[in-house]
C-alpha cells in the first residue's frame, strides 16, 4: 500500500475520535446562533411551569377580598367603614411588599421573594379565620405583604428567562392570573352555600404552602441585578 495513504488514514482516525470525545464532552444543541443546555433547558422549563401554575394562586388570592367581605361583615358586625379597612391594609401592605424588592432581589435572587410571598399569603389565607377583626386585619396585613413580594417578582422572572419569548411568555404569566382571578368568586359562591368558608381560606393557604415547596425546590436560574 501506498505510505502516503496509510498516514492520511490514521490521520483521518485520530481526528474523528478526536472530534467524537469533544462532541461527548460538551453537552450543548447548537440551533442557530443560540446554544442551549439540555438539561438546563428542562430546569428552566420546570421552573416555568411552576411560576405559572402558582400565579393561579396568587390571582385567587388578590381579588378574594371583595367575594368574602359580605362574610366577614357578618362574623365580625363591621360597619361599611370598618369594612373598607381591609382594601386599605391590603393594598398598603401590598405597595411595601413591592418596595422591598428593591433590597432583596439584588442580593439574595427570585427565590428570596417567591418562596416567603407564597408562605405570607399561607398564613395570611388562614389568619381570615380570626376570631376577632383585629385579628383578620392582621392576617390581611400578612398576606398583602405576600402578593407585594409575588405578583411583581414573578413577572421580573419571566420577563429574564424568557427573552426573545418574552411578550408571550408575559401574556401566559397574567392569563394564570386571570384563570384564578376568575374562578374565585365561584369558589367563595360555592363555600359560601356550603357553608365551608373556613375551609376554603385553609383550602388556598394550602395551595399557597405547596406553591412555596414547589419553588423552593427549582433552580430559579437568575439574580436580579439592581438598575
Known amino acids: 500500500p501506498d505510505p502516503r495513504t496509510s498516514v492520511a488514514e490514521a ?3 485520530r481526528f474523528s475520535s478526536f472530534a467524537f470525545r469533544i462532541s461527548q464532552d460538551l453537552p450543548v444543541c447548537v440551533t442557530g446562533s443560540v446554544q442551549i443546555s439540555h438539561p438546563d433547558a428542562s430546569r428552566n422549563r420546570a421552573a416555568t411551569a411552576a411560576v405559572f401554575a402558582s400565579f393561579v394562586v396568587a390571582g385567587v388570592v388578590t381579588t378574594i377580598l ?3 367581605l359580605p362574610v366577614l361583615i357578618g362574623r365580625w358586625s363591621l360597619t361599611d367603614a370598618r369594612a373598607g379597612l381591609f382594601f386599605t391594609v391590603q ?3 401590598n405597595m411595601i411588599g413591592l418596595a422591598s424588592l428593591s433590597a432583596l432581589l439584588p442580593r439574595w435572587g427570585y427565590k428570596s421573594t417567591l418562596v416567603p410571598g407564597y408562605l405570607a399569603v399561607a398564613v395570611g389565607l388562614a ?3 380570626a376570631s376577632t377583626v383585629h385579628g383578620g386585619l392582621v392576617a390581611t396585613a400578612i398576606y398583602g405583604y405576600g402578593l407585594g413580594l409575588v405578583l411583581s417578582s414573578s413577572n421580573l ?3 429574564e428567562t424568557a427573552e426573545s419569548g418574552r411578550v408571550a411568555a408575559l401574556s401566559i404569566l397574567n392569563f394564570s392570573w386571570g384563570i384564578g382571578a376568575v374562578a ?3 369558589l367563595v359562591l360555592i363555600a359560601e352555600r356550603r357553608q365551608d368558608i373556613s375551609w376554603l381560606m385553609y383550602g388556598i393557604a394550602a395551595a399557597a404552602v405547596c406553591a412555596a415547596l414547589v419553588l423552593a425546590v427549582m433552580r430559579l436560574g437568575v439574580k436580579a441585578t439592581a438598575r
Open 184 to 186: 374565585c368568586p365561584a
Open 157 to 159: 422572572w419571566v420577563a
Open 11 to 13: 490521520s483521518l482516525r
Open 91 to 93: 393594598f398598603t401592605t
Open 127 to 129: 389568619g381570615l379565620n
Open 66 to 68: 371583595g367575594p368574602i
